[in-house]
């Protein structure tokens, strides 16, 4: 039975930096290096958007937002991926989930993340 567990997360300053870690247990279908990992975030009354994904080439993407602040980090060993975040604002709260895609997608329970003064 495939898990996806994240943690970290919390209240930060604006300004501040933020590390979520996301680690997977399991059999997939694949190796874990062949896996696109992702992280999401959901703010309340918006849709759920991309915020930064790794796949088999190992190289990270990152939509607009995050890029020069956000960076995503891959342990194959450790079946971990971090999502390091710096230079946080107020419109980066909401609760960020880790997705892995295999045969099917799996989600992580969501870690809130919350930037205010």
């Known amino acids: 039975q495939v898990q996806v567990v994240e943690s970290g997360g919390g209240l930060v300053q604006p300004g501040g930096s933020l590390e979520l870690s996301c680690t997977a247990s399991?059999?997939?279908?694949?190796?874990?290096?062949?896996?696109?990992v992702s992280w999401y975030r959901q703010a309340p009354g918006h849709y759920r958007e991309l915020v930064a994904s790794?796949?088999?080439?190992?190289?990270?993407l990152y939509v607009d937002f995050a890029k020069g602040r956000f960076a995503i980090v891959r342990d194959i060993a450790k079946r971990s991926v971090w999502l390091r975040m710096s230079k946080l604002k107020p419109e980066d709260t909401a609760v960020y989930y880790c997705?892995?895609?295999?045969?099917?997608?799996?989600w992580g329970q969501g870690a809130q993340v919350t930037v205010s003064s």
């Open positions: 997705n892995i895609e295999d045969d099917r997608d799996y």
């Open positions: 790794i796949g088999r080439s190992g190289i990270p």
């Open positions: 399991g059999r997939f279908s694949g190796l874990f290096h062949q896996l696109t």
